[in-house]
């Protein structure tokens, strides 16, 4: 072994302290930050292969209804896969606890958004169920315990992820998760029926056959989605994007963003350990001047030197990287990735190896100290051995100190004398100083930025309420209206129309209806009629149509006439005239030559029968046409009638009473002949003065017409809207008959169903939809409508895009009372401007990722705090520019509640909502702020105590000569500690407001990334607090360093010194 490597041991045990320090500094380097950035990368990759490992899904949307399978291959057909993912939210009970929970209960799944089991396994019996591992972990749940879902007991058969749940949003107009009273749960398809009297969220998950589309082609791709499930008279209650679902998006955001923390607080302390290095090496060097002189005047070769004193800083640094790197892995990672599972429910851990984690968290800083090392070594080599000899080779003067006033007293003047031939040091302590108060003040800052960013969110709120809308609903509506709203809506959550054309529904009732009307007319004017009168008036007619002449004829060929001899000569013998036989017409008799010849025989039979002419038999007595009226004329055969001549006509000529003509050849059922007249047409008062009509009024109250009189009522004028549905009864329509014949009413009765149908139909479909619940006159009159869209901003330097919102504000707003709007310019958020350095005059680009459009804006004034990141135009403007229609808009500004119909809520922003985003990322970064914090406290006490070690172990001589002098320990310490002490003080307040500086641009670099502008808060407090705590620390170094001053020896006085 040579010399020089028998100095090593007794140098590092002579140096143990610094020797210390530095590995310390490379422990807690690489462990806090490799531990993070190890596990941060890993978390990563797990993140970016999930979509493949769990086939998350692209999207999804909840219909109120089941789809049909038709809807689906329309859907499908233009290139996506639909799966169905229904649940239920049920209540569920843990342990006997009262709490409120509720669990989002899915089958188990096998296509999409598949699960990712920590322990146990999937439920296949009815009574099993996994649930969430975060859930789980939040109250103590293991396998094989049991829960109470909607009531019932299940037992947890595993523990699970599931991949479309990755943070807990109940809803993803949230803002923030909630993984201690909601959860998401799997059962078997046997325990999924059993939930079955719950209401079903009908969930489509989708994938889009080609992946490879960017944002601008996917939304136009959804939106063809959406128009054809509109089209197919789907109703949606949700459709959200996959990079719009928090549940999905928002742990890795989450990861990522804390990752650029990170990354500066790792360069940060590699900046402090790069400081140190330099001064610790500067140090050794100077202490070690005489004995490098001695060697290299001994003949030893500066390489030899240069390798002998890079060896321990090269020892010590693979010490602390081994040290750092076990520690890292064995209990870093594992509690840094603990910080994100114990919030976000992400598939199994596992670490994976990055070579550029370890490259910058554990070779750059050893790289660094041998660096430094060894520039420090040969610059100061290139002094001659007998500088080094004669300590000559700082460029420090050897000339003795100035004179100071001898006013002063001898103590005072010493510190000085102290602090003056150490200026350098103090100077680099100060530096120290100012990097330890950096870190420090870095971790007490984050928290109160978080809380001033989450007020000034509260602050940039101008009303109370903000509500955000899912589709525009107007507020302000009549009674009537508000029925016919909640009546649409009404039936689009309890009945699934989604097959039915409701055009042509409403079309084949309306024509039901009016044919029912119209027989319920005729049937009760049927019951007004008088058949015997009308009869009466027929028959009275059907003697006219008899031909006398041709009657005659027939009845003369019926009647036998005897004119023998002998009752010629008994007529004459009667005194009969027998001259009137001489024309042979029998018929042309009167009846009481008839009867003479009737009762001389020589007429026969008296009675003739006609009953071929349905006329019955004849007394030939009276045998004339107008004698027939009597007779019943539905018994009479017209058509023989009609062929021997006997009647002229069988049509009876009833339009004087609007009856039209009445052929009795072809009918003599009254009844038959009044249903084919067009009642319309009838001349209802001379019905009722011919006896033929008893009224001229009907009841038509079952269609909520009342009484009606006929004289004055237009069926044909009667439409569907006239009818009053709660008064019809719908109860006999078949459904079939009216193009409804697939639909499934429920519990609904026919006539609930129609009366829902009959006033949503009146809902104008051109305009805004009214919403159903009643608000006062006063709080419609305060709410203010206003349209916003999202925008984003390029943030330079590869740094993505912020999120800005363009908001469209009324002219004379009562809330935006000092805003300046033009059309021509934007009116600029205060915090936009300080984030990005912008002036007004400047033009902005802003993109449309959704349009993918570009708007070129000028900024023409600015308005709001420094947390308003949105800018403004006024209403119009905005509609105009994007496309909007001109009466659309995204919601109201209120400073009274809305009492607003939630299908159309999607958000009610109130300062209370944006207190919770502070508090959710409070929860989310605590532990780590208070991880930074305790590696700041610790690097503080190192830090100082390396840079204060060398201040007394350059005056080691001065203090073993006030030994020699007669100091005691505790005057010497005094003096020297003293001198330290006030230079630590003055240099922790000092470098306050450059530490503020700094830790500004450090926060805007962190948080460039971040949507929103965080301005640094530095309560008094914490500064107070850093400086109590730079100084509780410094007298923890200054007991280290009294110990050292009572252990210098009194022989160092006595060594010489050239």
Not at 115 to 122: I, L, P, R
Not at 399 to 409: C, E, F, I, T, V
Not at 414 to 436: D, E, M, P
Request: charge should be negative; charged fraction near 20%.
């Amino acid at each position: 072994m040579s010399p020089l490597s028998k100095r090593l041991p007794r140098e590092f045990k002579s140096n143990l302290g610094k020797w210390l320090g530095i590995i310390m500094l490379l422990v807690l380097t690489i462990s806090q930050v490799a531990g993070y950035l190890m596990a941060s990368s890993s978390m990563k990759l797990i993140l970016n292969a999930v979509d493949e490992d769990y086939i998350v899904e692209d999207g999804r949307f909840t219909a109120n209804f089941e789809l049909k399978e038709k809807v689906i291959s329309d859907v499908e057909a233009l290139g996506v896969t639909l799966f169905k993912n229904y649940s239920y939210d049920v209540p569920l009970s843990v342990n006997g606890s009262d709490a409120s929970m509720t669990a989002r209960v899915y089958k188990n799944r096998t296509q999409v958004d598949l699960a990712a089991y920590f322990e146990g396994s999937v439920p296949t019996e009815a009574n099993e169920i996994a649930l969430d591992r975060v859930f789980c972990v939040n109250h103590g749940i293991n396998t094989g315990d049991s829960v109470e879902i909607d009531g019932m007991p299940f037992v947890v058969s595993g523990i699970m992820s599931l991949a479309d749940y990755q943070a807990m949003f109940e809803k993803n107009t949230d803002f923030v998760f909630n993984a201690q009273t909601f959860t998401v749960a799997q059962v078997s398809d046997e325990g999924f029926a059993t939930l079955k009297g719950n209401s079903c969220s009908y969930t489509y998950s989708f994938i889009i056959n080609d992946r490879t589309l960017d944002d601008a082609a996917r939304i136009d791709f959804e939106q063809d989605m959406l128009d054809v499930l509109k089209d197919s008279g789907v109703t949606l209650s949700d459709f959200i994007d996959r990079d719009a679902n928090f549940a999905i998006g928002y742990a890795k955001e989450d990861v990522e963003h804390d990752t650029i923390m990170w990354m500066v607080l790792l360069y940060l302390m590699i900046t402090i350990l790069a400081f140190v290095f330099v001064v610790l090496s500067s140090a050794t060097i100077e202490e070690e001047s005489a004995v490098i002189g001695t060697l290299l005047a001994s003949g030893y070769r500066k390489s030899e030197l240069v390798i002998h004193y890079l060896t321990l800083p090269l020892v010590s640094g693979i010490i602390g990287a081994v040290i750092g790197n076990a520690l890292g892995y064995a209990f870093c990672i594992e509690m840094m990735a603990g910080l994100y599972y114990n919030s976000y429910s992400l598939p199994p851990y596992v670490t994976t190896w990055d070579w550029s984690v370890f490259a910058q968290s554990t070779i750059l800083p050893i790289a660094i100290l041998l660096a430094v090392t060894l520039g420090g070594l040969l610059r100061r080599l290139r002094c001659t051995p007998l500088q080094f000899l004669r300590h000559e080779i700082s460029r420090r003067s050897r000339k003795g100190g100035r004179q100071l006033p001898d006013a002063l007293s001898f103590s005072t003047r010493f510190r000085l004398r102290v602090f003056g031939r150490n200026i350098s040091h103090f100077a680099t302590l100060f530096v120290g100083i100012l990097f330890a108060s950096l870190l420090l003040l870095f971790g007490f800052c984050l928290m109160p930025t978080i809380e001033n960013y989450a007020s000034s969110l509260a602050e940039s709120l101008v009303s109370e309420h903000t509500y955000i809308l899912k589709a525009p609903v107007e507020i302000e509506g009549t009674p009537e209206e508000r029925e016919m709203y909640a009546a649409a809506l009404k039936l689009s959550d309890t009945v699934d129309l989604s097959d039915i054309d409701e055009d042509e529904v409403e079309s084949k009732l309306s024509s039901l209806i009016e044919g029912r009307i119209e027989s319920d007319v005729r049937n009760q004017v049927e019951h007004l009629f008088n058949e015997n009168a009308l009869r009466g008036i027929i028959e009275n007619q059907v003697g006219s149509l008899f031909d006398a002449e041709a009657l005659g004829k027939v009845i003369t060929q019926k009647v036998t006439v005897d004119l023998s001899d002998a009752k010629i000569a008994e007529l004459i013998a009667s005194g009969f005239d027998v001259s009137k036989l001489a024309s042979g017409d029998i018929a042309s008799l009167s009846a009481d030559d008839k009867a003479v010849l009737i009762e001389h025989g020589v007429l026969s039979p008296r009675y003739v029968s006609l009953e071929e002419y349905g006329l019955g038999s004849i007394d030939i007595l009276n045998a004339s046409a107008a004698n027939l009226g009597d007779v019943d004329a539905s018994t009479l055969n017209w058509n023989l009638l009609l062929a021997d001549g006997i009647m002229s006509s069988s049509v009876v000529d009833l339009t004087y009473y609007g009856l039209g003509t009445f052929d009795l050849a072809k009918t003599t059922d009254l009844d038959d002949y009044f249903n084919t007249v067009d009642v319309s047409g009838l001349q209802w008062q001379r019905l009722v003065d011919a006896g033929i009509l008893t009224s001229t009024w009907i009841d038509l109250s079952r269609y909520g017409l009342g009484s009606v009189n006929l004289e004055s009522f237009d069926e044909n004028s009667i439409s569907i809207d006239d009818i009053d549905f709660d008064a019809f009864d719908f109860s006999e329509i078949d459904f079939n008959d009216v193009g409804l014949g697939s639909v499934e009413l429920g519990d609904m009765t026919k006539n609930e169903f129609f009366k829902l149908m009959q006033q949503a139909s009146k809902i104008d479909k051109d305009a805004n939809p009214v919403n159903t619940y009643e608000n006062s006159p006063e709080v419609i009159e305060q709410a203010e409508k206003y349209v916003v869209t999202s925008l984003e901003f390029d943030r330079g330097s590869g740094n993505g895009y912020e999120s800005v919102s363009l908001y469209g504000i009324q002219p004379d707003s009562r809330y935006y009372t000092d805003l300046e709007l033009s059309s021509d310019t934007i009116a600029a958020g205060y915090g936009l401007m300080l984030k990005f350095d912008l002036k007004v005059g400047d033009t902005i680009r802003l993109f449309d990722r959704y349009a993918n459009k570009n708007y070129d804006m000028v900024i023409g004034s600015v308005w709001g705090s420094d947390g308003t990141m949105n800018v403004y135009m006024p209403f119009d403007a905005v509609n105009d520019l994007v496309g909007n229609d001109a009466d659309y808009f995204s919601g109201y500004l209120s400073n009274e509640a809305i009492d607003l119909d939630a299908r159309y809520v999607a958000n009610d922003l109130t300062p209370g909502e944006m207190d919770k985003i502070g508090a959710q990322m409070e929860d989310s970064m605590g532990d780590m702020m208070m991880l930074i914090v305790a590696i700041a406290v610790v690097i503080y006490i190192v830090l100082m105590y390396l840079l204060t070690k060398t201040i007394i172990e350059r005056s080691a001589r001065s203090i073993s000569y006030m030994k020699v002098f007669g100091y005691r320990d505790g005057e010497i310490n005094r003096l020297y500690l003293l001198s330290i002490s006030e230079a630590v003080v003055l240099s922790l307040i000092v470098a306050v407001p450059i530490v503020i500086a700094l830790i500004t641009l450090l926060v805007k670099a962190i948080f460039i990334q971040y949507n929103g502008n965080f301005v640094i808060s530095l309560p008094f407090d914490r500064l107070a607090i850093e400086i109590a705590l730079g100084i509780v620390c410094f007298a923890v170094v200054a007991f280290f360093h009294s110990r050292r001053i009572k252990n210098v020896p009194l022989a160092l006085a006595l060594k010489i010194q050239e």
